[in-house]
């Protein structure tokens, strides 16, 4: 595996192959790999012939008062991961190569991107937008795997990868869960023994929703009160939001007779952990 | 030639050259061609292996009260003279094929596209730089070429193609003028006999410049006043904006002692016209 930190350097090294026709595979991720991640590597081997993963913390995917400054980073470990899982080219540059001096452009998706996280995290996807635009450009993949974890990103991604007419397949994967329902998260490491218990609330609340559903419930206010109440048993938790949205366009859906999902951001400790699940409605 | 509308069939027809290694040149236009674009493709022709030109009048370059309804059209005509230019392939989609239902997808350039055009009219240049990039990504050429007459937005083109690690080189080609000075553009078009001459007023103010300037002025105030004067002087005449600016970030100047360009728009009649020339000042 070979590791780039410049863009000039990416486009010599990698896009070579795209000439000779090659089939190029992009994860493009901010590292602290975890299985999750890994799931995406291992499609992205087994469906292209060159795998490129990147790994970069976007500042401009955060807003004021995140993370940023303190987003775990253990690039060593990722990069023996990566390694291990076969990938080529790890692709790794500084916030100055990304973003230098007189960047003037930015992008932005409205509908898909206003509610749910857009409304928490206001930019949040016009940074996401962006940095993933200049990360397709620079590595030129045939496909791109992101994890339905992130489930409005994926359908802001997809939104304009096709209204800008990028040349990359947006694949998405689905969420990789500990044995107990958790999931897999970067930001899971913020969780001390208590928070991680109560991490559980969020997966936890999908079983509630089945059970309602097959009790006949179609209110989407009962079922978001008996969602909320169980996370707020929760010690330690605080929700962002808890949100019944079609699948398709994420605006709220007027009941629960057809397919939906249910998203979920809720502050357990400092970490801000989400989560989702569609559910179908016969 | 061959005649392309539908953006699948453009990724077939023409991406392919790019796979063989051959060089894929591209002009972007809005049709009802003159000289100037014919400049442009003779260019191109002469740097590549595969010329393709498109023709879209772009709406959301337009703002209300302009002339997007009525800007002037002849297919015909134009196709003519890019067969006869050696032009291989000519992609005319339509607004529906480029903005399809459900679109959502904004691109803004701040700073160079804050003054000049960019303060005349709101917009602008966001809609040339959405356009400008679904059309690069489409094509995929090695090499676009833009008329220097759009010396601005040449400059936020520049801004975004760099900005978003973009992977095709922006070409400026030098204005063509009549014989008269008068710049080429397809909005002359607009003009009846007296205004055509009125029209003349923004070339000739260039060598009322160099006089100031021979004669040892560097107010920028002093000179900006001449050129206003001799606008007002020629009827049909309304200026929207003579400016003195940085021909690199476009911001004013504060005197004329360094290298500048002086950028014109002024109504004549109905057609708002511009122009610029770059004075090098030793």
Do not use: W
Request: a negative charge; charged letters at 25%; one cysteine or more.
């Amino acid at each position: 595996m070979k590791i780039i930190t410049k863009i000039s350097e990416s486009r010599d090294e990698i896009n070579v192959f795209r000439c000779v026709g090659k089939r190029i595979g992009f994860v493009p991720t901010m590292g602290y790999l975890h299985e999750g991640h890994l799931s995406l590597v291992k499609k992205c081997r087994e469906e292209n012939d060159i795998v490129v993963v990147s790994i970069f913390v976007n500042p401009t995917q955060f807003g004021a008062g995140e993370d940023f400054e303190c987003y775990p980073k253990d690039l060593k470990k990722d990069a023996a991961l990566l390694q291990g899982a076969g990938v080529d080219f790890l692709f790794t540059p500084s916030v100055e190569e990304m973003y230098p001096e007189g960047f003037s452009t930015a992008i932005s998706v409205s509908g898909i991107s206003d509610g749910l996280c857009g409304s928490s995290r206001p930019g949040h996807f016009d940074g996401v937008a962006l940095v993933v635009t200049k990360l397709l450009n620079i590595i030129m993949p045939h496909k791109a795997y992101f994890g339905m974890k992130d489930y409005q990103q994926l359908q802001v991604i997809k939104r304009f990868v096709a209204d800008l007419n990028m040349n990359t397949k947006i694949i998405g994967m689905p969420i990789i869960r500990e044995t107990d329902g958790l999931a897999l998260s970067s930001r899971n490491i913020y969780l001390n023994a208590d928070e991680r218990r109560s991490a559980l609330c969020l997966s936890r609340s999908f079983a509630l929703v089945c059970e309602a559903l097959e009790g006949g419930e179609t209110e989407v206010s009962e079922v978001k009160t008996i969602v909320e109440n169980f996370i707020k048993d929760h010690p330690h938790t605080r929700i962002d939001y808890v949100q019944f949205v079609d699948p398709e366009t994420l605006k709220p859906v007027k009941d629960l007779t057809k397919d939906f999902l249910l998203a979920l951001a809720v502050y357990v400790g400092k970490a801000r952990l989400i989560d989702n699940n569609i559910f179908k409605v016969m």
